[in-house]
């Protein structure tokens, strides 16, 4: 018997060596690195729940900073348009993609945090796009979207935009919200009749007479489903648009809408 104890002693050392050895590459490979906050990239273990990294962009803009202007800088004296409805096109920054849908599919977002986090950063979109009349939308604007959200603010721009701003939830104190806006109608493009009608359902949605001014709120918040093309306004920086103290943190933005249903109504 004891002249196999050595072996069985060398047999056992191997084998706990050989543990802690996968047990550590285990955790290098699924845990944390040391000293490191990382998280995996959302979608990477399919099937797994996988926490999201905190993203500024999921919380309210709530900076005491002023609301922006729809102005068109190149021109003297500020262009005005001739009525109500149009929106001349070569006139504002980047007219030609605020009037035309993606040439995209429709991805599907059960709430506006979902949608928020495909986003590329508001800081990367800032270098690749330019404010020129006719600058088209670059790949990370080729995306038509629908996402159930609230509506609960709304506003006319000089440039007849509609401003929607909505919040992920409801509840408006907290929480994600972003721009979406009802364009004006195009003076050319091969959208025009299109967002033509999606202006005049949402118009008949307040009897003809939608709010001009952000406040007062709709009371209560409406739930709505909003289907249209992703679009970054580097003219918008984040915490300028919409009512002050319920701003969205990023300059994204569904831009034209296409469609907007009323839930319940």
Request: glycine share 8%; net charge negative.
């Amino acid at each position: 018997m004891r002249r196999y104890l050595p072996t069985a002693l060398i047999a056992v050392s191997a084998m706990l060596v050989l543990s802690l050895d996968g047990d550590a590459c285990w955790r290098r490979r699924c845990g944390p690195p040391c000293g490191g906050d990382y998280r995996p990239p959302f979608g990477q273990y399919p099937g797994r729940t996988v926490v999201r990294r905190y993203d500024k962009r999921l919380e309210t803009d709530k900076r005491n900073i002023p609301e922006f202007k729809e102005i068109a800088p190149f021109a003297t004296p500020a262009f005005i348009e001739p009525d109500a409805d149009t929106f001349t096109v070569r006139k504002h920054d980047r007219g030609r993609a605020k009037t035309t849908y993606a040439n995209a599919g429709v991805e599907v977002f059960a709430d506006l945090p979902s949608l928020i986090l495909t986003l590329p950063p508001d800081e990367e979109m800032t270098a690749l796009t330019q404010k020129a009349w006719d600058f088209d939308r670059i790949d990370s604007e080729q995306r038509n979207v629908r996402v159930t959200a609230f509506l609960f603010a709304i506003a006319k721009e000089s440039d007849n935009d509609f401003h929607l701003i909505i919040d992920d939830d409801g509840f408006l104190e907290e929480g994600a919200k972003m721009n979406v806006e009802i364009a004006g109608v195009p003076t050319e493009g091969p959208d025009i009749d299109a967002v033509q009608q999606v202006r005049d359902f949402f118009k008949a949605q307040f009897g003809g007479n939608p709010p001009t001014k952000y406040k007062p709120f709709l009371d209560p918040p409406r739930q709505v489903i909003i289907e249209g093309s992703l679009f970054f306004d580097r003219d918008h920086p984040s915490g300028e648009v919409g009512p002050q103290g319920f701003r969205p943190a990023s300059a994204w933005e569904i831009h034209p809408v296409r469609s907007i249903q009323f839930v319940g109504s």
